[in-house]
């Protein structure tokens, strides 16, 4: 390290002591002058200051940080050196995350826009009018009529009660941005494993002998994740192979690596796999033993011969084959994927041929190996877990009838009650409608017979993004339509800046995490205690404060409530968490207590951060009590589906979700497949009041029986089954086979399809879209229209690729108002290769326009970069605040815009949308690019 250079613990330290300085050197005499600070008020600027543990507000990695507080105010931050996931790591937006709470940028009191200007209201004033109006569009237009959008940065018990709150209203249209980042990962992964999550944990990285990554860049994504990859290269000797249409920041650190054309991961895929059969380089006893499907897998890869794969997905043959045979012979092997893999319109299909991928090869179930899977947002794992979404109640069950009645027995209210505050039984279990789709209920008045008669009216979104989603321009159109908008959220959400309606708005500021305390689940599954920080600044009130008030004036507050079992006397978000353990086996979080979370929290230095197993007093448990957490004394289970622990120290094998049997084959694991301790040594059903005796080898007294009675170990309020079943090393799911054919998608195998605006008109026919799907999440979806409406590539030849940077979290929204990441990455821009620049003209700097095919444009830097190839342009997603060439500073309520401003990337990508949970295809638009 140089003389004039410093590490980021030292740039940490000083700007900690440049804070310090300011804060003590500055003393109200008469003529308002500095002095120099003492020794002792250098050494100890805020005596009598207190540490607080929590948890960064960021990514899903889930970093460790201390707050230092001094008289109720956050003065300083520093790294936990001592966490067991980033040990001592901050990225730069970690790092800058007390400026984040502290900014004067922040919505500072509650806002309505009249007649196009925006007015500063009381709080009861705002709350009055929104609720009066949400009262007169439920009357006039059923509860459907409005849409909620709840969010990845709150707590598990924030997301758990605004899930509650939309069902008490009356809808199942809720969602959040999960649905636009890893839906199609919970239903590929869940439909072939019977869990969705990431199967192990970023430390049990270490133990791979071969990391692939695809649709990843956990370099800039989840920087402090990247130690992890990078541990398991120095240390293990792993070796990291990354697939990109796009030479990142990861693959500067590869062994291996091969661009690809965005969209064609399915035609890799199944190239490796077809190298994999050929030379019998599969774990045959682990498929013929856990598997079930694989030679329809077998009969599909087999047209993808290397020179084949080349043709469609832009590689050589020989880098295919290199892959493959790295990969094949480094076991235990890790495969990480992120939105890459998800923003497609088969991101179902890709997650799920991964998935097989690593059960072919016996990498599932096993410490180094596993899916990967990185999440977004800081609780994006922990939201959807919660059910923050439009076709599951929290803890992932259905919406049927059975369901309904379960949850309301738990929430504490009368089934036919809640079944009444629906327009009817049918849409109380219809899937409602989706963040990615939405708008085309306002804009298309057609779909609004999926809707109860009526289009969306109103949107209340909760710290959620709204640009998100492909076609922002769409979005727009369809917020200057509504009849209500109501933003909620410690920032100026850039949604309420791209709309140009005039009445009907509000801004409502929500407190920041930090000004709260709850759990979050970090991606390896892991539950961690946030501790609140400091008191809400400004006028801003805590999320649940808000609903609670909202519950209060739109009638079901008691009802709301009552599932903590308390009244009015609850303690919050304690009683929270404990209502959620106590509701929530379906991915058993029964264990997952707020007393075991906060004593994980005050003892986070007793976890080993590769196995996450703790010592001492913590000996018995893995940090974090990653689910499923089958009870109190459970240790939760770092590696999904290990058959060799017992269950009751997280071994599992995989869920009987599917059956027991197919066309005469049976789905049940074979005999010697159980984890180890099993009473049973093959599969079995889940457990059941019915079966409980036979399986576990028990009597149930007659009391217990009436306890059990008509129930699952997943609605079994006694405890009862889950007890015996954990008694006899049984896992309450069951022990299976997992899947490689879902009958119950449109592909049941995955295929490859062209992207619905393929640059490769030639392989459209071959390789085709679905047919139109119609009421898909409650619209009418194109897909094979879409895709045949014209020739896309000729008009619009440039592919887009679109992604993270590093010093941006999400839209930007919060990261950009920071003087320090704004500093660091202040504008928008588009990385062309200089051969493709050159072509249109374009030096290093232009200003250049993109046009899409759904007739949004955007005006942005180009930056040349050989990281691309000479066929697409690369957009970072993070930026908002123009318009098509427009500066809309001048929108925001004063001082409220962020520092770093840029078009929305989400202008022109295009329409499209994943054929099973209808995630938006970002990463395979076209785009036609001109010089401004």
């Excluded at 049927?400 to 109380?428: C, H, I, N, P, T």
């Excluded at 779909?447 to 492909?470: D, F, R």
Aim: charged content about 25%; aromatic content about 10%; hydrophobic content about 35%.
């Amino acid at each position: 390290m140089g003389a004039n250079s410093f590490g980021r613990r030292t740039f940490l330290k000083m700007a900690s002591l440049a804070t310090a300085v300011t804060a003590t050197s500055a003393f109200a005499n008469k003529e308002k002058v500095l002095r120099d600070a003492t020794e002792e008020e250098i050494k100890n600027p805020f005596p009598g200051s207190k540490l607080i543990k929590t948890i960064c507000m960021h990514c899903s990695v889930g970093c460790g940080v201390i707050a230092e507080v001094h008289n109720g105010v956050w003065v300083r931050q520093e790294v936990a050196q001592d966490h067991p996931i980033s040990h001592g790591g901050h990225c730069c937006k970690g790092a800058d995350m007390i400026d984040k709470v502290r900014s004067t940028n922040r919505l500072q009191y509650p806002i309505e826009k009249v007649a196009g200007k925006w007015n500063r209201v009381s709080w009861d004033d705002a709350m009055t009018k929104i609720s009066n109006k949400l009262l007169e569009l439920r009357e006039k237009f059923g509860p459907d009529s409005v849409m909620f959008l709840g969010s990845a940065k709150v707590s598990n018990e924030q997301a758990f009660y605004i899930r509650k709150f939309a069902s008490m209203f009356g809808t199942n249209n809720i969602d959040h941005v999960a649905r636009i980042c890893h839906s199609p990962t919970v239903a590929g992964a869940a439909n072939t494993f019977g869990y969705g999550g990431m199967t192990n944990h970023l430390g049990d990285m270490h133990n791979s002998k071969a990391i692939l990554i695809m649709g990843a860049n956990p370099a800039e994504a989840h920087p402090i994740a990247m130690q992890h990859i990078l541990k398991a290269k120095e240390q293990n000797g792993a070796k990291v192979i990354v697939i990109d249409p796009r030479y990142t920041k990861t693959a500067v650190k590869s062994d291996l690596y091969c661009r690809i054309r965005t969209g064609t991961d399915i035609a890799f895929l199944y190239g490796v796999i077809r190298l994999i059969r050929d030379n019998k380089w599969y774990n045959k006893e682990y498929l013929d033993n856990r598997v079930y499907g694989i030679e329809e897998i077998f009969k599909e890869c087999e047209e993808y011969t290397p020179e084949k794969v080349a043709d469609i997905t832009g590689c050589k043959p020989e880098e295919l084959i290199q892959v493959a045979t790295l990969f094949a012979s480094s076991t235990p092997g890790a495969l990480i994927w992120n939105q890459g893999w998800t923003h497609h319109t088969i991101g179902s299909s890709n997650t799920r041929l991964g998935a097989i991928l690593q059960l072919l090869l016996g990498n599932v179930g096993k410490s180094g190996g596993g899916c990967n899977v990185l999440r977004g947002h800081d609780n994006v794992q922990g939201s959807t877990d919660m059910g923050c979404l439009a076709d599951t109640l929290p803890g992932y069950y259905g919406l049927a009838e059975g369901s309904w009645k379960y949850f309301a027995k738990q929430w504490k209210v009368d089934y036919e009650w809640l079944k009444g505050r629906f327009k009817s039984k049918e849409l109380m279990e219809a899937k409602g409608n989706t963040l990615s789709l939405w708008k085309h209920s306002v804009l298309d008045e057609s779909n609004a017979k999926y809707n109860g008669g009526s289009p969306i009216k109103a949107l209340i979104c909760i710290g959620n993004g709204v640009s998100t989603v492909t076609e922002t321009h769409k979005s727009k159109e369809a917020l200057d339509k509504l009849d209500l908008v109501v933003f909620i959220d410690p920032y100026v959400n850039d949604s309420a800046v791209i709309t140009t309606r005039n009445d009907n708005m509000f801004l409502l500021p929500a407190a920041s995490q930090v000004e709260n305390s709850g759990s979050v689940v970090n991606t390896g599954r892991s539950t961690q205690w946030r501790s609140q920080v400091v008191e809400p600044l400004f006028e801003s009130r805590k999320d649940q404060e808000i609903l609670f008030d909202f519950a209060k004036r739109l009638g079901f507050y008691n009802e709301f409530i009552a599932g903590m079992g308390k009244g009015d006397n609850f303690t919050w978000p304690e009683d929270a968490t404990n209502e959620i353990a106590r509701t929530l086996k379906a991915h058993g979080l029964t264990g997952v207590t707020a007393e075991r979370l906060k004593k994980h929290q005050e003892n986070w230095h007793l976890f080993n951060s590769s196995t996450l197993k703790g010592r001492g007093i913590a000996e018995k448990e893995y940090y974090g009590l990653p689910w499923p957490c089958w009870s109190e004394t459970h240790p939760g289970s770092p590696v999904l589906f290990n058959t060799s622990l017992p269950v009751s120290q997280g071994g599992m094998g995989f869920r009987t979700r599917f059956g027991t049997q197919r066309n005469g084959v049976s789905l049940l694991a074979n005999e010697g497949s159980a984890p180890v301790g099993s009473r049973i040594k093959g599969g079995y059903d889940e457990i059941t009041a019915k079966n409980i005796e036979e399986l576990a080898g028990v009597t149930l007294t007659a009391e217990e029986k009436a306890l059990v009675e008509g129930t699952n170990w997943k609605t079994d309020t006694s405890g009862i089954l889950v007890k015996y079943a954990l008694a006899a090393g049984l896992t309450p799911f069951g022990n299976a086979k997992a899947r490689t054919i879902v009958w119950e998608f449109i592909d049941n195998v995955p295929k490859h399809r062209e992207p619905l605006h393929s640059p490769r008109t030639d392989l459209v026919a071959k390789y085709p879209a679905t047919k139109d799907i119609p009421n898909h999440f409650r619209i009418d979806v194109r897909y094979e229209s879409e895709q045949l409406k014209e020739d896309w590539a000729k008009s619009y030849p440039v592919n887009v690729i679109s992604g993270r940077v590093v010093e941006h979290m999400g839209t930007g929204t919060e990261t950009r108002a920071s003087h320090y990441l704004s500093e660091l990455n202040p504008e928008m821009y588009g990385e062309l290769n200089p051969i493709l620049a050159g072509r249109l003209g374009l030096n290093d700097g232009d200003m250049m326009w993109l046009y899409g095919t759904g007739g949004g444009k955007i005006k942005i830097k180009c930056k040349h970069s050989l990281r691309v190839d000479e066929k697409s342009v690369f957009l970072p997603q993070n930026f908002s605040g123009w318009w098509s060439g427009e500066d809309l500073t001048y929108r925001y309520p004063s001082g409220t815009a962020p520092y770093a401003m840029g078009e929305n990337s989400n202008q022109v990508t295009s329409y499209g949308f994943d054929q099973q949970t209808a995630c938006p295809e970002v990463n395979c638009s076209l785009v036609r690019i001109e010089r401004a």
